[in-house]
């Protein structure tokens, strides 16, 4: 094969006729297809490829499927234009800090890995709208991840080790799919409310550590589906009446006390007319108790005042009587018992 410049674009490389081959207008570099050829069909354990320096646009497709490669170089070349990257299932245990750099990036799928944690600098690829990082090892989230991220759409984070979500995912006010199922997560940021394009909460089968929601999920105003099943919730909150076009609640396997598990079985709608009544009732309730402690107050008032009142007449007719009789005057024990 004549050997090109690294300068021409690399179009397409795909399988094909048990080798590999161009077939776009430029060809492939000799090196890329000499390693894809020796690691795919002459057996060959590669570790290590450099793809420095080659004005790649994407990452060839068929480096997914070395098994055996450990360290894959693609510095100084054109992927900051990627707009799609999908490293699932390949038992990765890091991701480079220079994905930050993935500018354009809208799809990343990191899925099916052994991901302890996700880079800090992921919050600069804050073209993504999807962002898949399910069925990993992750123990937590970057902090800064909300800030960064604020056109995400759809946040796959399911089947990990999660314990918390930071507040900064309040901040991605673009999501409207946030799936956390089945990890260890303790609890929902107070300011979930403020995603109020979200239309999908699902929140089930984070067992014994999941006891409670905030009541600001009341806030999620395009909510159509929440799940909170298989957790340690007894009472959901009374805001959920407010849940307009949720058609989809899912509380199973809780230890539920609000609403009873016979309103439950009723569908979504008796939950929300039962939230409602009870939130009314709860109203109504601190209104009258409020009465109460004005009555109160106004009763301990009048008692005051009428004993003030009691007492000042008393002074003055002492006074007076003192006064007439003079300071020289013989005083009567009788009188001054009654005074």
Known sequence: ????????????VRLSDGSVHDRGTASVDDEVIRVLNEALYKGQVIERVD??????????????KIHSLVLLDL?????EKLEELNVSSNLLETLPDAIGLLANLKVLDVSGNKLKKLPESIAGCRSLIVLDASFNDLMFL??????GLVNLQKFFIHLNKLKAIPNSICEM??????????NAIHGLPHSIGKLTNLEVLNMGSNFNDLTEVPETVGDLINLKELDLSNNQIRA????????????????DQNPLVV?????????????????MKRRLAMLEAEEQGSLVE??????????????????SVYSGFSYTISSYLGRNASKDPFLDQEL
């Open 1 to 12: 094969m004549e050997k090109h410049s690294i300068k021409e674009d690399f179009v397409d």
């Open 51 to 64: 793809l420095s320096a080659r004005y790649l646009k994407f990452l060839p497709e068929p480096f997914g």
């Open 75 to 79: 510095s100084h070349n054109l992927l």
């Open 142 to 147: 970057p902090k800064n991840i909300g800030f």
């Open 173 to 182: 006010k673009s999501l409207r799919i946030l799936d956390a199922h089945f």
């Open 236 to 251: 959901i909150p009374e805001t959920v009446y407010q849940l307009q076009n949720l058609t989809k609640l899912i509380l």
């Open 259 to 275: 609403p009873p598990m016979d309103v439950v079985n009723n569908g979504v709608e008796a939950v929300k007319e039962y939230m």
């Open 294 to 311: 004005k009555n109160k107050e106004g009763e301990t008032g009048w008692a005051a005042w009428g004993t003030f009142t009691l007492h």
